[in-house]
């Protein structure tokens, strides 16, 4: 029976539920900061005193601050009784031609804290300072001359923004960025038309072209064959294939509650950052058997995408690109389109960054979160001994991808964390998109007699060699907060003493990583497993529970030499995976402040110190990479291409998590008709 | 209008459909033996005089014996005006305690010749024997006696065939096998209950047990735990997805006619043979710009199946299967279920093998193919540098999955051609099913004190370390018959001129191997890319045309010593990639007498005559590998594991072939109700 309220109760409820911020209704310690939090961010920093005597201030990064690991994990333990941490925003901002790091309270409406960086390299690059620099040339005499020269139309030229990297000056300078231009016209594919020879320095704090030079005119590669729309497609078209779609007839296994989603045996927190994009934190998976969750990733995230180019010359030599400490993979999240980046079944959920005047600002449809039927089994036998018996038992195995794309101008890098019922999580990056290509004389290969740096992959049109490195930050939390880093190899083993007509078979070495030196791993050089385990936690039969760490694609490692200006900035990729000891502040590979960086705050100064890490709350780095030479079916656009790892339970549980899962009662396919 | 014909001439002619052959329809010739082709075949051989003198005949292997290449190739330059080459078998067969290879010709219903084979090895076993010599020990004495001594009953016994290998023994002896025995009982999944310690050794040929020992005896694991049938299940119940169904609206894109699959860009041919399962013939895919068809791969099929176990033991050390060559793949392949194996838009295959007695066997679905609907992308791009625009284009991928699943005793292996709009072809190798275990004192890890040479995963249960190594056949023609093999290394470049702010970075340096000892590659010894080009056809820019292989999956080499008996056997997989001249007879990595080799023929003694490849026809051979380390959560049964590769166009078309590909009609999700 329902109890009797008075309508004036009635109302007065009704109205302290319009007055209650809407984020306290999913509110979860590690949710991304709210359109109304970023707000409240942007009107606490600008009504700081220190602010309010300042003559210019651009926002670079807002994010949350999140609360420390242990609070979180104290919040976690007991949801409804504990009060959520304060909530606090970390605000980057250039003031005055300074980098500032500042703390905001968001729950006491205070900045907390407010100090200058002076340390080396400087912030995320914002949006409008970008489209701000690109503007520069189009009213840049020299430049409307160059144009002029190469007889092409002003207006059909865009400009776009890279970032200039370091080349051992002593000095910090300047905040620069390196302008290039394009030729669009004809097609959309601008990328694949550069007005080649000419650089344009731009100094960003005072928004001026500080450095131009014409060097060399090369011609302008032509538009045809390079537009990708559809609508500019003309005979003979390409291979069809019939459209097909997903139908779930009891519906998706999909629970979204704010930031926290919920399917099959997993739960994971997704937030957005404007640098990262996706976040996925507490990460656990149901025990059925145990009849609990188990924590497995207490954090995940991409933590630096590194993209050298292999061309030395005069412009072309400082393409090496921190994509995502320069630029931000978040802040350059495209809006996912629904039946093609993501398929029909599946849901999308939006995201927030801070606009340079600190405002907040929506990426529609940032996320999809969709159930993969890909048609594979998870597990099969067919067992045909046990006489007049035929046994069958399949089971179809169903995931669930969180999808992010971030487009960093020509690059679209498809970002896929899969999460499988048998208790795997799987990365998948995938570039896809248009190539860096340079401009050349050449049309045909007889032609070529030097080192190009490149394939000429259409005419005038050289596909530059150069890397991708994706590197991923893993803190794992396996049943746990104390890990360890566990090398098992395999080693052969001699037989000489006629104890067997065999004379070799090989076993496995286990080798537990003390320090962070002991934790640099070539991938590929030597057969081993690479597991995290919890030293505390056995199964019934007593091995340690762990993960371990499946490659998906061959390794890759940075060809650069030591010494050479890049590879000190990205020091970390001559290894695909490390170990640290967990440290809050450590979570970008090539450091916080990337553009411009030297490499002395990174992943590998950081393992320098060697700290202890075994039974120690440590981060798992892996890095995927491709070295990339381009083909001709990488023009005008290339087909995906994917590397990635499978974090896979290696005597986490006590037995196949999927034997026990029932089969789906049969599903028939249902009689449709279209809508 | 039409023609006007009598009723006795349309009699005659429906007579004449009802009595032409049926395989007189869809006739290629590399179709498979058609079930009356084999009964023909049958036929023939128990005729000819020698035979009916003889006492015992057993067929082993039967199966098409393909024309010569260039013969098949002058066929299909003109289908219409050329006859079909004519029908022949290969017969291998046991009679009179010889191995005989029997060439029949079918169409002339003759034998072609009868040669006795003298060399080492053995043909492949057939399921008849198989079976007999599984049932010998139900009625031998020692064997009751041992059972009854472990005081389980002999009813629950199940024992299955295993075969010796060759430990150096000089004489070739007697054509033999291992039988094991397990207990079923209150499960089916008798492999994880073996009865340790007993080795019963069967000759094959007199079909008796020849040697018979009981050297241990070790407590036969629980059957508790390890029955994977769905019925048996109890609660807690694993994770629970929901089920999701491919709607294809507009229809399926896949033609099979005969055993030519057409989809897509794609066309080949897909025959089952009884040892190599899968077989794919003539793949080409139609280029839309030169309006042509072009060839890509002649023939491609897993060679061999190499599965050595790493204990030296009495009762393990032989445990170093050829799964290929002495069971083989398609005589143990499992018809696959609808709904679970292959997804709800599959189109299923049946095959013929040919059993002890010569006669037609059919394994019903025993392919099945469809279109993969993922979810992911093929090819993206979103562009907010035009001003006023937002572009965003994106195509989904489809691909086309030839599935079969081979279930050598334990193991079920899913074995995936995949086909790519793109010009790709994948090849996708999932190992699951069920370990082969030890029987252990142990049931805990703390009561062991020496090596295992495995996992204890369950009580009393040791999953042993192994390896898998799937050896790919790749007759590649790319775009003709004469290919090369090149080596793209990447060269690290020093830059100590001072020319650039940068100290180095890396190019490619060509390598195209002249014969065969220049392409034996073990990957991942250095950072290069493998093509198999055409030297003869160039693109419009003057580059080779080609494909690139792409590891999927970490590479495995085999780690066992190199006089070690089992590694000279299959000597090949100490490198992963190799390159032979073609020869017709050159088919099976570890020889056509698998059972019993000695690496007498085989890749690797293949590679040893050193021919010259470039320029020519050749066959790449891909090895993929997996060193198996068993953990608990591949008990009762694993999930799968995959490992493969993509041969990707490159250079090979002029462009990205799926640019012009119009995206299909916004197809909305339809209104179903449940059938």
Redesign the interface.
């Given at each position: 029976m329902a109890p009797k309220l008075s309508s004036s109760l009635l109302l007065f409820l009704y109205l302290l539920f319009l007055l209650t911020p809407c984020y306290m209704t999913h509110r979860h310690p590690l949710d991304p900061l709210s359109p109304s939090e970023i707000s409240t961010v942007r009107r606490i920093v600008k009504a700081s005193p220190r602010l309010l005597s300042s003559s210019s201030l651009s926002f670079q990064y807002v994010g949350l601050d999140e609360p420390d690991k242990p609070d979180v994990l104290s919040w976690l333990s007991n949801t409804a009784a504990r009060p959520l941490p304060p909530r606090r925003a970390l605000v980057i901002a250039r003031i005055d031609n300074e980098t500032h790091e500042i703390s905001v309270d968001i729950t006491n409406h205070a900045v907390a804290s407010d100090a200058v960086y002076r340390g080396l390299g400087y912030p995320l690059l914002n949006l409008e300072e970008q489209f701000a620099a690109s503007a520069l040339p189009m009213n840049y005499t020299p430049f409307i001359e160059s144009v002029a020269k190469r007889g092409v139309d002003m207006k059909d030229v865009?400009c776009?923004t890279f970032s200039v990297g370091w080349?051992?000056e002593e000095k910090q300078g300047r905040r620069l960025l390196k302008i290039l231009c394009f030729l669009?016209g004809e097609t959309?594919?601008?990328y694949m038309r550069p007005l080649e020879g000419i650089t344009i320095v731009v100094d960003l704090d005072v928004m001026e072209i500080v450095e131009y030079e014409d060097r060399v005119q090369v011609p302008v590669p032509k538009a045809k064959?390079t537009d990708?729309?559809?609508a500019k497609?003309r005979p003979?078209?390409?291979?069809?294939?019939?459209?097909?779609?997903?139908?779930?007839?009891?519906?998706?296994?999909i629970d979204v509650d704010g930031h926290m989603i919920r399917w099959?045996?997993w739960a994971f927190h997704l937030s957005f950052d404007m640098r990262a994009g996706a976040v996925i934190s507490l990460a656990s998976v149901?025990d059925?058997?145990r009849?609990t969750r188990r924590r497995v990733l207490y954090r995940g995230f991409v933590s630096e995408l590194f993209v050298p180019y292999?061309?030395?010359?005069?412009e072309w030599?400082?393409k090496t690109f921190f994509d995502e400490g320069e630029f931000g993979l978040g802040l350059f999240a495209?809006?996912l389109?629904p039946?093609?980046?993501?398929?029909?079944?599946?849901v999308f959920l939006n995201g927030y960054y801070t606009t340079q005047d600190g405002k907040p600002a929506k990426i529609e449809r940032v996320f999809c979160i969709?159930?993969?039927?890909?048609?594979?089994?998870?597990?099969?036998?067919?067992?045909?001994?046990?006489v007049g018996?035929l046994?069958?038992?399949?089971?179809?195995?169903?995931s669930l991808?969180v999808r992010m794309?971030s487009?960093v101008?020509n690059y679209?890098y498809?970002l896929d964390w899969e999460f499988k019922?048998?208790?795997?999580i799987k990365f998948v990056v995938?570039p896809?998109?248009?190539l860096e290509v340079k401009g050349s004389p050449y049309?045909?290969?007889?032609q070529i007699v030097s080192?190009q740096?490149g394939?000429?992959?259409?005419?005038n049109t050289i596909g530059v060699?150069h890397d991708h490195f994706v590197t991923c930050y893993l803190d794992l939390d396996i049943d746990g907060t104390e890990n360890s880093f566990v090398k098992?190899r395999?080693k052969?083993v001699?037989?000489t003493d006629g104890?067997?007509?065999?004379?070799?078979?090989?076993?496995?070495v286990k080798e537990t990583a003390k320090t962070e030196s002991d934790a640099r791993v070539e991938?590929?050089s030597e057969?081993a497993?690479l597991l995290v385990v919890n030293p505390n936690k056995?199964?019934r039969?007593?091995?340690e529970v762990g993960y371990?760490i499946?490659?998906?694609?061959?390794?890759?490692?940075s060809?650069?030499?030591d010494?050479?200006?890049?590879?000190i900035r990205a020091s970390y990729t001559k290894k695909q995976v490390w170990v640290t000891a967990y440290n809050k502040s450590e979570k970008w590979a090539a450091g916080l402040y990337t553009d411009q960086s030297r490499g002395d705050d990174s992943l590998a100064t950081w393992s320098e110190r060697n700290r202890r890490i075994e039974n120690a709350d440590i981060v798992l780095w892996y890095t995927a990479g491709f070295?990339h030479?381009p083909?001709?079916?990488?023009?005008?656009?290339?087909?995906?291409?994917s590397s990635g790892f499978e974090l896979?339970?290696?005597?986490?549980?006590?037995?196949?998590?999927?034997?026990?899962?029932?089969?789906?009662k049969?599903?028939?396919?249902?009689?449709?008709?279209?809508?």
């Open positions: 865009v776009t080349f051992g669009a959309v594919n601008f064959g990708y729309r559809a497609q003979p078209f390409g291979p069809r294939t019939k459209p097909g779609l997903v139908l779930q007839p009891e519906g998706s296994g099959a045996n149901y059925a058997v009849r292999m061309d030395p010359s005069e030599y400082y495209s809006p389109e039946m093609t980046d993501c398929p029909a079944n599946a969709f159930e993969r039927y890909a048609g594979d089994p998870s597990w099969r036998h067919t067992e045909t001994g046990i018996e046994i069958t038992e399949v089971r179809p195995d169903v991808v794309v487009t101008g679209d498809v019922t048998s208790g795997s995938s896809t998109g248009i049309t045909h290969t007889n080192d740096h394939t000429l992959i259409a005419e060699y098992s395999l052969t001699r037989l104890s067997s007509p065999r004379k070799s078979y090989w076993t496995i991938l590929g057969p497993e056995k199964t039969l007593g091995n371990r499946i490659s998906h694609g061959a390794p890759a490692a060809l650069l030499s010494d050479d200006y890049p590879q070295h030479i083909y001709q079916e990488d023009f005008p656009l290339m087909p995906t291409l896979r339970p290696s005597n986490f549980f006590e037995s196949n998590q999927l034997i026990k899962t029932l089969p789906n049969h599903v028939n396919l249902p009689n449709c008709t279209n809508s």
